[in-house]
């Protein structure tokens, strides 16, 4: 008996494309709005899981410069694509292997993700954004943490949602932005249409803003802006003119610098943490890294000169690579408490602090 798909909704020719295909026993669709159409299922020959996206493309697309690159590209940190095709009259699809630990955004959503991997995670994408920049002169325009998925079992982040992938002009040092999630876009695409390779560097800093804790209200976009921003908008509800009006709001906060306020980050970052996402975020891109290498170095820094932090729902763990691990709570009277073990010896008790957050911070970080 067929599976029902459940996706009556995604264009005609898509639907007829994946019923009639002789590789691919789909099982499975999921419809992912702006982001394309996702089917799953397994080549029937490998008997391996996969996955197919749909794009809107021009007819040309599985024959450009861009399509030929990403189906050549072999790297631990991008999706691997099978397969690239067009599907008339205005689709394109990517063949790719299902990577069972999902993707970012939903990690973020659902774990304590500690310093450490975090940082180990933008690690493995800033290797893969250097292999698309420096080796095919690539920019993703796209990057988001729904759009890096994670293989769990060996810690590592693929980049993935290769649809908005343009090679670089080279006559000029840009090329034009996408349709990408609006809260993502840099300030230079927003002013003049221009995406530049600080761009993808510019979202790389909105996801490690993420990954360490920084507010960003994703689901609820309205907790951006301001009450006086709420009580404007809220006039023109029922009105055609919101949309333009909130999109407007969003796009000067970011024009301004202000989209990612790093003094939201956990208290217990230190100052070195928000000047590499300030850096990253610049709203000027000549100001901001300038390769991902550069990057790179300042998240090395970070893994090789601070703890691990892993800020658990009524402890903070700081762990030391010598094997020392602190841990702070708070009594019933909200006075911090902190103890100290080594090698998982017992806990034992620390008094060495005046009982401040400064204080304790100073005593945890040897």
């Known amino acids: 008996m067929p599976i029902e798909l459940n996706d009556i909704d995604c264009p005609k020719a ?35 899981e996969v996955v197919l996206k749909f794009y809107v493309a021009s007819k040309d697309y599985d024959s450009s410069e861009e399509a030929v690159i990403l189906r050549s590209i072999d790297h631990d940190n991008i999706l691997k694509i099978y397969d690239l095709r067009f599907v008339p009259p205005y689709s394109a699809f990517f063949l790719s292997p299902k990577i069972d630990g999902g993707d970012l955004q939903a990690y973020i959503e659902s774990n304590v993700i500690p310093t450490k991997i975090a940082l180990e995670l933008l690690t493995g994408i800033l290797k893969g954004i250097t292999e698309l920049h420096t080796k095919h002169q690539l920019v993703h325009r796209d990057l988001k943490p729904g759009n890096i998925l994670l293989d769990t079992s060996v810690n590592n982040a693929i980049i993935a949602d290769l649809g908005s992938v343009k090679k670089m002009s080279e006559t000029n040092n840009y090329t034009t932005t ?11 695409s927003i002013i003049d249409e221009e995406y530049y390779f600080q761009s993808d560097l510019y979202q790389i800093g909105l996801i490690m803003f993420q990954l360490l804790g920084g507010y960003f209200p994703l689901d609820t976009p309205l907790n951006f802006l301001t009450q006086r921003e709420k009580n404007k908008l809220n006039k023109l509800i029922g009105k055609p003119e919101w949309t333009p009006a909130f999109d407007d709001l969003i796009d000067t906060k970011i024009v301004k610098g202000k989209i990612a306020d790093t003094n939201s980050l956990p208290p217990f970052l230190d100052g070195s943490f928000k000047r590499v996402i300030n850096k990253a975020l610049h709203k000027d891109y000549r100001k901001r890294f300038q390769n991902p290498s550069e990057f790179l170095i300042e998240i090395h820094n970070l893994l090789r000169n601070h703890p691990n932090y892993s800020n658990y729902e009524d402890h903070l763990l700081v762990t030391h690579t010598n094997g020392v691990e602190f841990k702070l709570s708070w009594d019933d009277k909200e006075e911090i408490v902190v103890e100290k073990r080594i090698n998982a010896s017992a806990w034992r008790k620390q008094n060495k602090h005046d009982g401040s957050f400064e204080s304790v911070l100073e005593l945890v970080r040897m």
Do not use: H
């Open 14 to 48: 898509i639907r007829t494309f994946v019923r009639t295909n002789g590789d691919i026993e789909v099982n499975e669709y999921v419809d992912r709005g702006y982001n394309g159409e996702v089917y799953f299922g397994v080549r029937k020959k490998m008997g391996d």
């Open 178 to 188: 996408s349709k990408a999630t609006r809260l993502y876009l840099p300030p230079e």
